[in-house]
């Protein structure tokens, strides 16, 4: 009789050696409640990574999955394979829902788990005329881009940081973002005021992992507490749109998620809340993969067990990219929170038996429901959809509504050499424009495509 493995085998895909970054074979399995990936590389051997710890919510991953939305044109030509091409090249399968402009790679930080390895003394600022290039880049790809966000280093540095605010705002560019991590808003009011001038379709990306200091030393070199409550006082005197954006890393903060998120509804400037887990690249300090490293499912889980308003029909894949990213949205009205999520009923949105989002025929709600589960709209721009489910809130007065009633908690993990998945990340649709104007997945821009990995990406190459 022959043997049994004590496990399911599911899938196959294409994965990355967690040591040496080349393609190998991997099988997605369930075993014992949880999904892995195994693979195993000639050089480095065998390799089990933890994916997720829910497998009816992986396999329901598969059938969040719309139609590829691609750029206007490609920036480079399939030659390598995936992930090897990147820029983006005609292979790739999803536009740039968010784009990202690094306008320097100065910091005022030395945070251990820095993704691109800045500090003060690390690459050099941007010219305001080399940004608007990047710009271009954006929207030659994108035509009129739905989210750019100013990124770095830490972007408010830059000594022409407004000028290039005002070029970005003369772009076709639906949404602005500034992803900061606080500093120069704490410390400057005057700062903060002249940010709020531009709204609307403005909003500032602040970086909020913890509330204890320990968590905030291992994570970013420093206590920060004081810094966040004064940005966040400055953020609220103007009620200037904001994002709280939560690092985490299993065993240090992951037990504060229900905390900030009931914080985060008692902000005045707060429109939501975006958890990533920790990417492993860039610069790393005491991070054990095999015990730090967190999937989207145990966030989701932590979300529903630490937080007592949204039920597991409200954090649902995100269609444009469903294995990466995971969204919720609510109402704020008065001191009361209405998760709407759960308002839309998966069997009218979904067609299974098609692996395909599948909306009703009314063309009206199609487009609505497009609008809510994509991160390619500003929460702005779903306002009009939500009128459209306040017929399930009567109390409330649709009219009266603005962008402050709304809230958005947001699942985003960026894979890396240990979870890549090559059929995942063709769906990325979170791209970094590069100095040599191409548009690169957040992924692959920190496994392979910055200056420091220039060597290691040539030598994959010359292999194959």
Not at 38 to 62: M, N, P, S, W
Not at 120 to 146: A, F
Not at 209 to 237: H, I, Q, T, W, Y
């Amino acid at each position: 009789m022959p043997a049994t493995k004590d496990y399911i085998y599911y899938d196959h895909t294409i994965s990355l050696c967690t040591t040496c970054h080349k393609q190998i074979s991997a099988k997605i399995i369930f075993e014992q409640g949880n999904v892995y990936m195994t693979k195993t590389c000639r050089e480095h051997g065998f390799q089990k990574v933890l994916i997720a710890t829910d497998i009816e919510y992986y396999k329901q991953i598969r059938n969040y999955n719309k139609a590829s939305e691609y750029p206007l044109k490609p920036h480079t030509e399939t030659k390598w394979g995936c992930p090897y091409d990147c820029g983006i090249c005609p292979d790739h399968e999803q536009h740039s829902c968010l784009s990202l402009v690094e306008i320097t790679d100065r910091c005022n930080l030395t945070c251990p788990t820095c993704y691109a390895g800045s500090s003060p003394t690390h690459g050099r600022h941007r010219t305001p005329e080399e940004v608007e290039v990047m710009l271009d880049t954006i929207v030659r790809s994108e035509g009129e881009p739905d989210v750019v966000q100013i990124s770095g280093g830490e972007p408010t540095i830059h000594p022409q940081f407004f000028e290039i605010l005002d070029i970005a705002k003369r772009k076709p560019i639906k949404h602005l973002m500034v992803n900061t991590n606080g500093m120069k808003i704490a410390a400057d009011e005057a700062f903060t005021e002249r940010l709020a001038s531009y709204m609307p379709d403005f909003e500032v990306y602040l970086q909020f992992d913890s509330f204890k200091p320990e968590a905030l030393k291992k994570l970013r070199g420093k206590d920060l507490s004081e810094v966040r409550m004064k940005a966040l006082s400055n953020l609220n005197k103007y009620n200037l749109s904001t994002t709280l954006v939560v690092t985490l890393e299993k065993g240090l903060n992951d037990d504060e998620i229900g905390q900030i998120i009931d914080f985060a509804l008692k902000q005045k400037c707060v429109r939501g809340v975006t958890f990533q887990p920790t990417q492993v690249s860039g610069r790393l300090i005491d991070f054990d993969p095999a015990v730090n490293r967190m999937t989207s499912t145990e966030i989701r889980q932590q979300i529903l067990a630490q937080c007592d308003i949204f039920k597991p029909n409200d954090l649902i894949p995100v269609p444009c990219n469903p294995d990466a990213l995971t969204m919720a949205y609510a109402l704020k009205y008065g001191d009361t929170v209405y998760p709407l999520t759960h308002m839309i009923d998966p069997d009218i949105l979904l067609n299974a038996s098609r692996n395909t989002i599948v909306y009703e025929q009314d063309q009206q709600l199609r487009e609505h429901m497009l609008q809510v589960f994509t991160t390619g709209r500003s929460t702005d721009s779903v306002r009009e959809t939500l009128h459209h489910l306040m017929c399930c809130l009567p109390e409330i007065s649709a009219p009266g509504l603005s962008y402050d009633n709304l809230f958005r908690i947001i699942i985003m993990n960026f894979m890396d050499a240990y979870d890549f998945d090559v059929r995942a990340i063709k769906k990325s649709c979170v791209h970094i424009v590069s100095d040599d104007g191409r548009m690169i997945p957040f992924e692959t821009m920190n496994l392979f495509y910055r200056p420091e990995h220039a060597d290691k990406l040539a030598t994959i190459r010359e292999g194959m």
